[in-house]
């Protein structure tokens, strides 16, 4: 298990990271990848993570476009609306993961690890709904205090981005292969 979470690991590092050089040197695709390779180990034990490695493989597919454009430049038309797809899709693949987290944890007995997997998961979720909400109204309207949520929603995007890593190594640490 522990493999699987540091693939799941690196691979979420690709994905949040953009180093874009001519092209993405930390590819998503490869994130995705490597999400998928640790969405297939977790398989072996935990049947739900199934989910996990269909959802990685999609992503795998949608995200190869994004190594050759440099999403962070684009200000409209397609490719923006990719980049907020691509975003969504982020969101999609880490539903998946917190769902296998979850649903592995309940049989380990560690209540302060399931009590911060369910914390992080409803702050990670509700920050990540408020900024597609934001984009999906800020079209519409303009103005100094629609930039500054945008940039308070942003920072705390980054900050939760963080925290997933974090909880990531966190559950590298669990002794999954104990009987409790």
């Known amino acids: 298990m522990n493999k699987a979470f540091q693939l799941i690991f690196w691979g979420y590092l ?9 092209f993405d040197l930390l590819a998503d695709p490869i994130g995705y990848y490597l999400i998928y390779a640790g ?7 935990f049947p739900v993570a199934k989910k996990v490695e ?3 493989f999609i ?13 962070a430049e684009v200000n409209s038309g397609i490719w923006d ?4 797809g691509l975003f969504v899709w982020k969101v999609i693949v880490v ?4 769902g296998t987290w979850k649903s592995a944890i309940q049989g380990l007995g560690h209540a302060r690890l399931r009590d911060r997997v369910q914390m992080t998961y409803v702050w990670y979720m509700g920050i990540h709904f408020l900024m597609m909400l ?7 309207v303009g103005g100094n205090s629609w930039s500054s949520l945008f940039l308070f929603l942003s920072l705390m995007v ?3 981005d963080i925290v997933l890593l974090v909880l990531i190594a966190a559950l590298r640490r669990v002794g999954w292969e104990e009987p409790i």
Do not use: K, Q, T, W
């Open 14 to 22: 690709f994905i949040f990271f953009r180093i874009h050089i001519g």
């Open 39 to 45: 969405g297939r180990l977790m398989a072996e034990r």
């Open 54 to 56: 269909i959802v990685a």
């Open 59 to 71: 992503g795998m597919l949608i995200s190869v476009p994004g190594i050759f454009v440099n999403l």
């Open 81 to 84: 609306l990719y980049a907020e």
């Open 95 to 98: 539903y998946y993961l917190f």
């Open 134 to 140: 934001y984009s999906s109204f800020s079209l519409n």
């Open 158 to 160: 980054i900050a939760m």
